[in-house]
């Protein structure tokens, strides 16, 4: 009796899912609980576990198909050991030798699936035919050598002093078509504006000097930039509810709590991930949650749940060497804050140039429910909590 794999129950706002890779293949033996698939939809990665021991059954649809919630996927078969064994043995003994797969080291078996082969296409050299990894790399060059003359032949490419210039083709992913939704959908239907200011950071640099270790030592996790900014951003959010709220409609929707989005940037593209209740949160409990969701961002481990709901967004360009920038708003919120590059500058303090580490701030908010008094003193209250982190203990 067959098992059916399907698709699991997609969150209500996700429409459809589309398979992204096949881990296992038709003829393999799973186990309970390993990963068959993977499901890209247009927030989140999803794996398709094996619900039960058996034998991969043939696949229903392919890489990149679209499915939906429920869909049979495959199919698996509950594998018996005496006759599993007695099965293969008569199946070995009716082929014909020259039909047996080689045996196969690993790293070749590998080599092999990163590059989509069929082991019967290539001429083992090894010991009774078994095929090495010279062989693989001696049929993929002649493969892309063959598919170049082809190409060549069928329609003429422009060649340069220094070669060929090529181009690549490739369907964007389903979360890099939804990145562009959005951010095409903030731009036509906010009136968005950005302003902005400086910190000086020295104050909170010479505060996490002084106790880095200690705070690692004691919570197990690093005392980073984000922390400071995330408490300063909800304080000044307490001062400004309108920056904290979102527009609905006719109707302003202000918000009792403080889920703040935080940026992160993967391999498949920027997802925000929020951090729930930030102003419950101790700086331990902020530096240990965006620990958490940034691993499980790059790993693709989010949830739907993890990236649903947030207040307002902060995003740092500047691990990435950002001097300055103009971020853009995550809808339906109404406000976000860019962070960049940390670079020593000249500045004025108490009539003398000194050198002093700072910041350039951008706050892009949504000028339909934000004028422009209240974007510059929410920033400016971010601004003073960051250089006078004392504040941010005492409220003031």
Known sequence: ???????????????????????????????????????????????????????????????????VSSQLLTTLTPEKADTKKDNL??????????????????????????????PADITGSGKDGRITKVDVDAFIASTRKLN?????????????????????????????????????EAQHNAAMLTTFNEVDLKAVMDLRAEYKTSFEKKHGVKLGFMSFFTRAVVESLKRFPSVNASID???????????????????????VPVIRDADSLSMAG???????????????KLG?????????????????????????????????????????????????????????LALSY?????DGRESVQFLVSVKELLEDPARLLLNV
């Open 249 to 271: 409609g006719h109707d302003v929707v202000y918000h009792g709590y403080y889920d703040v989005g935080i940026a992160v940037s993967t391999e498949r593209g920027l997802v």
């Open 1 to 67: 009796m067959s098992i059916e794999v399907k698709v699991p129950v997609l969150p209500e706002s996700v429409a459809d899912a589309t398979i992204a890779a096949w881990h296992k293949k038709p003829g393999d033996k799973v186990a309970r609980d390993e990963n068959l698939l993977d499901l890209e939809t247009d927030k989140v990665v999803l794996e398709v576990p094996a619900p039960a021991d058996g034998i991969l059954g043939d696949y229903l649809f392919q890489v990149g198909d679209t499915v």
């Open 148 to 184: 170049q003359e082809t190409t060549a032949v069928a329609q003429p490419v422009v060649v340069s002093s220094t070669g060929v210039r090529e181009e690549r083709r490739v369907p964007m992913s389903r979360l890099r078509v939804r990145i562009a939704e959005r951010l095409l």
């Open 89 to 118: 043995k008569k199946e070995t003994l009716s082929q014909p030798v020259s039909d047996v797969e080689p045996s196969t080291g690993p790293a070749v078996r590998r080599l092999m699936a990163e590059h989509d082969l069929n």
């Open 366 to 370: 949504d000028h339909r429910l934000i």
């Open 304 to 360: 739907m749940e993890d990236m649903q709901g947030g207040t307002f967004t902060i995003t740092n360009g500047g691990v990435f060497g950002s001097l300055l920038a103009t971020p853009i708003l995550n809808p339906p919120q109404t406000g976000i804050l860019g962070m960049h590059k940390i670079q020593d500058r000249p500045v004025v303090v108490n009539g003398e140039i000194v050198i002093r580490p700072m910041m350039y």
């Open 286 to 300: 902020i530096e240990q949650t965006i620990s958490d969701l940034a691993g499980r961002a790059r790993t693709g």
